[in-house]
Each structure stands twice: as C-alpha cells, then as structure tokens.
C-alpha cells in the first residue's frame, strides 16, 4: 500500500481516496476490508466506497459490510453523529432491507437520500418510508416518489393516499377557506391553526349537514348583530365552521343557536369561550344536544357550580348528562328541582329523593 498519513482514520482514508492519491488497486484493496482501521472507523470508509462509481470497488465495499459484525454496522446506520454523505451513499446503494430501515429511521440521513430510495425500495422498505410522517411532513415529494416505485404495492399505495389527504390535501382545502370581511373576529384567533375543527370541516360538504334549518335571527334591535346574521345567511357550512372556531363573543352566542351540529359544535371548540358563556349556554333551551353534551364534558367548566346547576335545571339537557349531577347539588337546589314542572319527571324523582335522604339525616 502506499503512504498513510501517521493518524490513520476513516476522515483522512477517505480524503485521500478522493483526492487520487491511493491508485486503484489500493482503493480496491481498501473495498475489500483491508486496511488498519478498527471496524467502527472501517465500516465508515466502505460505506463511502458502496457508493463509488467504480463497479468492482463499490461491490467490493458492499460485500465487506455484509461481512462486518452486525452490531459495528448497527452502530453506525443508527448513530445520528455518522457522516450524513456515507450514510446516503450506503443507503443508495445497499440492498439490505435491516440496514436501510435503520437508515430510514435515523434522523441523520438526508430526506433526498430517502427520497431517492423511495423510487426503487422493495415492499418491506416501502412500509418503513411511508410510516416516517416526520419525514414526509418534512419532505411531501418522498410521497410522489414512492408512487413511481414500479414494484409499489396496493397497500403501500393507499396509504400514500390516506397520508397525503391527512396531512397535505385536508389542509390545502382548509387554507383555502375564505371568511367574508368585516366580520367580529377574536384577533389571537386569525392564524390559529384549524387542526381542531379538521374534522368538522372533513363534513361540511357531506349533503347531511346541508339540509338543516336556517339560524333563527336575533331577537336584539342591534344592528350590528342583525348585520353578522344577514352575512351568516349567505355562508357555506364550512365557512360558518370557521367563523364558529375563531368569532368573538357575539358569532359565538348567534352560532352557538345553529341546528348544524358541526356549526354549534364548532363555536364550542372556540378558546376565546368564557366561564360566563358557558353557563349561558348552559341554561340555553334553544340549542341542539349535541351543545350540552359537548358543554359536560369540560372538566373546568363542570367544575363550575353555576354552570352545573344551569344544565340540571335545563329540560333540553339530556337526562343521562343530568342525572349523575343531582347528587352534587345543594339543599336548596335540590329542593327547587324537585318542585319544578319543567324538568323530566325522572329529574325531579331523583331531586326529591335526595332532597329526602339529606333532610332525614340531619
């Protein structure tokens, strides 16, 4: 062999490789695994020369790999401190699916080196790319090249698709939603992401949340109000699924009315919705169900007495969220529900009973 430098290292190896100063014989040798380097530095400089042009040398590095130890190679492919250039020519040009997996996984790699491979990986390698949505998020063209793989499978195939609509195609029609101007919009809420309502906005089109009855129009002089209303009119479902998400106070107490059950239920994902909302909506006999069923799921705000005494003493709320919140109320509330003809007779019996038990006791 010709000269070494007096610090043999994989860095300074591959230095002179590149530079021409190991003739070719050498740089064949070196492919073949004989070179005085211990097999964590070895194991970079053949991963550099698997991708070399040179036929013989590069099939000669592969080979030798495949000869290493598994846990010398497992140690590199995994390692993130591994050169990003020999870990994408490995990649490249290995056929090892347990070693381009690790490669797949390992956040070192370039995503054009996965990109790459996309466009050739057999099935098994596949699975392994389009299951990184780190990446793909990253880098949404690995997607179109898993989709010119030749051997892709049906499998694979659909689930680039479901990939794709998830997390590019949902919200491409999301950022296209466009609110009419002048409408009251909470300010900390225009760039908030819609993530929360994505599902909503997946219904909107769907005719069953089409044919639902008109918002009632408010019974306030004010003609700000009766302005907003008159827009809302001429809005989509997903448009008003928006303004639900990101209204202030006013869209929200118009919305909250609506019997579409993704507008209303949509005002209730809104953050800007207060304590003092809450318990208005709570009290609310003009709203659908699925409004109190949504409002007694809120941990905080059902921690709130008032808002819990508004749904018990509310005969649209239904009575299976109703029920388990009687025993929570106090003496006078329950002696007030037991009496009131405008709750559920099964509200005021179980009120009553209470009522009794309590009294008795004391």
């Not at 290493?68 to 699916?97: C, G, I, K, Q």
């Not at 098994?124 to 030749?150: H, K, M, S």
């Not at 003496?331 to 309590?358: M, Q």
Request: hydrophobic fraction near 45%; include cysteine.
């Amino acid at each position: 062999m010709t000269s070494v430098p007096s610090e043999l290292n994989a860095a300074s190896v591959i230095n002179l490789i590149d530079s021409g100063a190991y003739p070719r014989d050498v740089a064949v040798t070196i492919a073949r695994g004989f070179l005085p380097l211990p097999q964590e530095e070895l194991v970079s400089v053949l991963a550099y020369l698997s991708g070399a042009e040179d036929e013989e040398i590069a099939n000669a590095a592969r080979a030798s790999i495949a000869d290493l130890p598994p846990n010398v190679v497992t140690a590199f492919t995994t390692s993130e401190t591994s050169n990003p250039d020999y870990l994408s020519r490995l990649m490249l040009s290995s056929t090892d699916n347990v070693v381009l997996e690790a490669l797949i996984r390992n956040r070192a790699v370039p995503d054009a080196a996965v990109t790459e491979l996309a466009r050739r990986a057999e099935p098994g390698v596949q699975e392994v790319i389009v299951i990184n949505q780190a990446r793909i998020l990253r880098t949404p063209e690995i997607l179109d090249a898993l989709l010119e793989n030749p051997s892709i499978t049906p499998d694979i195939r659909r689930r680039v698709a479901e990939t794709r609509e998830e997390f590019f195609d949902k919200k491409a029609r999301i950022a296209h939603i466009e609110l009419p101007p002048g409408l009251p919009l909470e300010p900390d809420l225009l760039d908030t992401p819609a993530d929360e309502i994505a599902d909503l906005l997946e219904k909107a089109d769907d005719p069953q949340f089409q044919q639902t009855p008109a918002l009632p129009p408010p019974d306030e002089k004010d003609e700000k109000k009766v302005a907003v209303w008159v827009q809302i009119q001429n809005m989509t479902v997903a448009q008003k699924v928006m303004l639900a998400f990101r209204g202030d106070k006013m869209v929200r107490m118009l919305l909250v009315r609506e019997r579409n059950k993704l507008v209303c239920s949509a005002v209730m994902r809104n953050a800007r919705m207060t304590e003092n909302e809450a318990e208005m909506i709570a009290g609310m006999r003009n709203v659908d169900d699925e409004v109190l069923r949504i409002l007694s799921t809120k941990r905080d705000w059902m921690a709130k007495y008032p808002i819990m005494l508004a749904l018990c003493k509310n005969p649209k709320a239904p009575i299976g969220i109703v029920l388990p919140l009687i025993n929570r109320l106090a003496l006078r509330d329950l002696k007030f529900l037991r009496d009131d003809r405008g709750v559920a007779e099964v509200v005021r019996s179980t009120a009553k009973r209470i009522y009794l038990a309590r009294t008795q006791k004391s």
